[in-house]
Every structure is written in C-alpha cells, then in structure tokens.
T-cell receptor, first 116, second 116 residues
Framework: NAGVMQNPRHLVRRRGQEARLRCSPM?????VYWYRQLPEEGLKFMVY????????ESGMPKERFSAEFPKEGPSILRIQQVVRGDSAAYFC??????????????FGPGTRLLVL | AQSVAQPEDQVNVAEGNPLTVKCTYS??????LFWYVQYPNRGLQFLLK??????LVKGSYGFEAEFNKSQTSFHLKKPSALVSDSALYFC??????????????FGIGTKLQVIP
C-alpha cells in the first residue's frame, strides 16, 4: 500500500541550473498538489493538477516555475535557472477527486532542494 | 479569503500531562478542518478532520480535536502527552463547497515539545 512517493529526497543545484522534482501519487489518486515549505513560513500552496490538466496555479511564481502531470508517469515540478531563494522543502500531496472539500490530501516525504 | 491562525509558535508540556495546540480559522461559510503532524525531515501525516456532525473528532495516536463554531476554533488535544508526540503540528481549513475544488489553507505550524 504505497503512499505518495517523491524523488529525489535531496537535490543540490548550483545557481542557474534546472531542478526537476517528481511525485507519484498514492494508488487510485488522480489529483496532485505541490507545496513549498520555508523555515518560519509554514506550508505554501503552489499548484493543483489533475492528469493532463492544471486546475489552480495561483501559488506558482510567474517565472521559472512550471508543473505538469502527464497521462502516464509522475507529476513534475520544474524550476529553471534556480536561485538561492528557491532552497526549500517541496512537498507533493495527492487525493481522490474533490467531493465538496471533504477529501483528504496525503503527503509525500518531500524533496529538499539546496541551491549553492 | 480563508485563513488559519496558530497563535503559538511552540508549546511545551511535560510527559503525561494533557496537551492543547490551538487553531482558529476564518472562512466564508462552513469549514472543513484538518490537523496534520510533521516529524523532522518527513512529510505531513494526516491526523484527523472535521467534516460535519459531532464536534469532537477523534484521530490517530490518541489525538482529538474539538470544533467550536462560535469561537471559530479547532484546537487539537491529547489527554496524556508522550515524548514521541514532539513534532510540528499544522492546522488547515477548506471552505465547504457543494462540488468541485476548494484550496486548502495551512497554518504556519506549532512546534510541540514534550519534556520527559
């Protein structure tokens, strides 16, 4: 009964490189959410995706960040030209289809990105 | 806009004593409320949620939370704290919606320290 899987668990990038974070949802879940956690700032919503569809990207920075959830394979959060301020823990969560808000989001272990 | 307040950055409690972690919320209409726990370098684990019905919700690891509509609160409680309960606790809220998607808003987190 695998939960939400994220890889890599730790990622080190130099400024200007690209970071790719992967998330495989819990079995049977087709809805994925990405969050960023910074020290002293709690958990901030970034984007919500269904298969092949972005539902809500209101929390995504307008530049350098993108997300996808293809028909096959994991969801990908891509950060281009990383800067030191991108250093954070990035969490993915998955859920069943929305049922008026009752559905529970289940979280993966996170990817800790360090930009040197 | 919906919001969650966790007024205490840290709560210290002696092992064996009851614990309370406070949460208040603001949302248009009725809320769905959630508690999650995060252990160091781990993802968030779901503890419990309030959907409707009984105001006292029981969850994992002996935790419970009481929904108080008049005070717009959803405090997390446990009758007898364990050292292993030491972690970061997040409260979250989502507005009730008859269908479709509603964003979850998380509090900033409260660090619980149980002292042996």
């Amino acid at each position: 009964n695998a939960g939400v899987m994220q890889n890599p668990r730790h990622l080190v990038r130099r400024r200007g490189q690209e970071a790719r974070l992967r998330c495989s949802p819990m079995k049977g879940h087709s809805h994925v959410y990405w969050y960023r956690q910074l020290p002293e700032e709690g958990l901030k919503f970034m984007v919500y995706l269904q298969k092949e569809n972005i539902i809500d990207e209101s929390g995504m920075p307008k530049e350098r960040f993108s997300a996808e959830f293809p028909k096959e394979g994991p969801s990908i959060l891509r950060i281009q030209q990383v800067v030191r301020g991108d250093s954070a823990a990035y969490f993915c969560a998955s859920s069943l289809p929305p049922t008026g808000g009752q559905e529970t989001q289940y979280f993966g272990p996170g990817t800790r990105l360090l930009v040197l | 806009a919906q919001s969650v307040a966790q007024p205490e950055d840290q709560v210290n409690v002696a092992e064996g004593n009851p614990l309370t972690v406070k949460c208040t919320y603001s949302v248009s209409g009725n809320p769905y409320l959630f508690w999650y726990v995060q252990y160091p370098n781990r993802g968030l684990q779901f503890l419990l949620k309030y959907i409707t019905g009984d105001n006292l919700v029981k969850g994992s690891y002996g935790f419970e939370a009481e929904f108080n509509k008049s005070q717009t609160s959803f405090h997390l409680k446990k009758p007898s704290a364990l050292v292993s309960d030491s972690a970061l606790y997040f409260c979250a809220v989502r507005a009730v919606n008859s269908g479709g998607y509603q964003k979850v808003t998380f509090g900033i987190g409260t660090k619980l320290q149980v002292i042996p």
